[in-house]
């Protein structure tokens, strides 16, 4: 059950306030591992930035894969074969990032609530799915084009490596960027971030507006224009989360748009 904030001025009791509807995750959270779903606000940076840090580790790791080839005499590799070393790569780090946090979740009593996508009521939530994919896709155009037409911001997109002669070699980015990528992106910031926020600051906009420029700054290094683009996709997703009080709904919204990017590559 949702406790009322105290009134304006006043702290919170340790624990009490709990801004959350009752079909909502977060009420699977055991009441003694409530106080501590905001936790260190140290948390807050260094879940995404271990994030971007597994992507690095991927690149280097494909590196080093490449570099060992050319040391054995194998200096002629296909680009497809490089690049399907860097997805499976992404995968792989994907995967140790999501045991990572899945266990310190786990420590906290959260995991249960922060990393279950089910959907409570299916045809509703899918429902809110379409309507907050098109609002996505919609605004984020409109954003980036207004903010790359009128600001100084470079317009400039550093794209993910394409598979080149190899057609099939697509397939190996949509674990990494189609599947696991989005679900890992959406517990962080919308499963567990967002909640976090809305339980120490007493509501869910700012919330939603601080969760949603963190992602976009997550893709910093891909260029303005996609930092624009995926802040209003955690503006929506955000908004499907505290609608829904589920992850089904942002998981597909972000699945959907990264599966549409991948093909229109």
Same mark, same amino acid.
């Given at each position: 059950m949702s406790t009322p904030p105290p009134p304006f001025g006043s702290a919170f009791p340790p624990g009490a306030f709990w801004p959350f509807a009752a079909h909502d995750l977060m009420n699977r959270v055991p009441q003694a591992a409530r106080a501590g779903l905001g936790g260190l606000a140290v948390w807050f940076f260094v879940w995404p930035f271990v994030i971007l840090l597994s992507g690095d580790i991927a690149g280097l790791l494909t590196l080093a894969v490449g570099a060992f080839s050319s040391a054995?005499?194998?200096?002629?590799?296909p680009q497809d074969a490089y690049?399907?070393?860097l997805y499976i790569l992404l995968t792989v780090t994907d995967l140790a990032f999501?045991?990572?946090f899945a266990s310190w979740l786990q420590r906290r009593g959260l995991a249960a609530a922060v990393l279950d996508i089910r959907p409570h009521r299916f045809g509703?939530? &899918?429902g809110y799915t379409g309507l907050?994919?098109?609002l996505t896709v919609v605004m984020a155009v409109a954003a980036t084009d207004l903010l790359t037409t009128y600001t100084p911001l470079p317009d400039t997109i550093n794209e993910l490596p394409l598979p080149g002669a190899d057609p099939s070699s697509i397939w190996y980015m949509i674990p990494a960027i189609v599947l696991i990528g989005p679900y890992i992106e959406e517990v962080v910031f919308r499963g567990w971030l967002l909640p976090a926020l809305a339980k120490r600051m007493g509501g869910w906009m700012l919330p939603i507006l601080i969760s949603s420029l963190m992602f976009g700054g997550l893709h910093i290094f891909v260029g303005a224009p996609v930092m624009v683009y995926?802040?209003?996709l955690g503006v929506c997703a955000g908004l499907a989360r505290r609608? &829904?009080?589920r992850l089904w709904a942002p998981v597909l919204i972000h699945a959907a748009n990264n599966l549409i990017a991948t093909l229109g590559m």
């Open positions: 054995i005499g194998q200096d002629n590799i690049l399907r070393s999501l045991w990572l509703l939530e &899918t907050f994919l098109m995926t802040t209003v609608v &829904t009080g």
